[in-house]
């Protein structure tokens, strides 16, 4: 792939290993951050400040527009990769379904149009999730829904659907 490429890092409104998703992206080159308006409240509640991201010259797009638009820079070639890490139950049933609704759905959906690759990590993905709350440890019960919303998300065409860090991690590194 072409170096000169960045790499699209979305993030969602939830916490289901943010932490872990955030070790990795700083690590990556030419990454640019996408925050849904859920994704930009989860990072304050888990104490990030947009500014670090900055200092390490990390590109930040909100979602703060009707129509997605930086989602035109996948139109002008500018991202080899789009990875939604971590990703909702309401984004994952949005993207299984094809709507998009704010800017990481728009990423999504455009990325898919343009034959970019994406990566999800999605949050439910077993009938008992254990994540972290931002002051304790939970156990959540995801529903038969979004099981299925994630099944039907992971028949995308040049999409991979992890649901592990160790899993995410494999499939940004045979993507770079």
């Known amino acids: 792939m072409n170096d000169n490429k960045r790499t699209a890092w979305c993030i969602t409104g939830s916490g289901h290993y943010l932490k872990e998703s955030i070790d990795l992206m700083i ?10 308006k859920a994704g930009e409240e989860v990072l304050k ?4 400040d947009l500014k670090d991201f900055r200092s390490k010259g990390i590109k930040i797009f909100k979602d ?4 997605g638009a930086p989602v035109s ?10 990875i939604i890490s971590p990703a909702t139950s309401n984004t994952v049933a949005q993207m299984a379904y094809g709507l998009s609704a704010g800017l990481v759905t728009n990423m999504f959906a455009q990325a898919g149009k ?10 439910d993905t077993e009938p008992t999730v254990i994540t972290q709350a ?6 959540l019960y995801p529903r038969e829904i979004e099981l299925d919303n994630y099944e ?6 040049d999409v991979d659907v992890v649901d ?12 770079l």
């Open 152 to 157: 039907k998300l992971k028949k995308f065409k």
């Open 114 to 123: 343009c034959r970019v690759k994406s990566i999800v990590f999605a949050c």
């Open 134 to 139: 931002p002051k304790k440890s939970v156990t």
């Open 27 to 36: 690590k990556l080159k030419n990454v640019d951050l996408f925050l849904s």
């Open 73 to 82: 820079l996948l139109y002008e070639g500018v991202y080899k990769l789009v």
């Open 164 to 175: 592990s860090i160790d899993k995410l991690k494999n499939s940004i590194e045979l993507s």
């Open 64 to 67: 703060n527009t009707a129509s």
């Open 45 to 48: 509640w888990y104490n990030y």
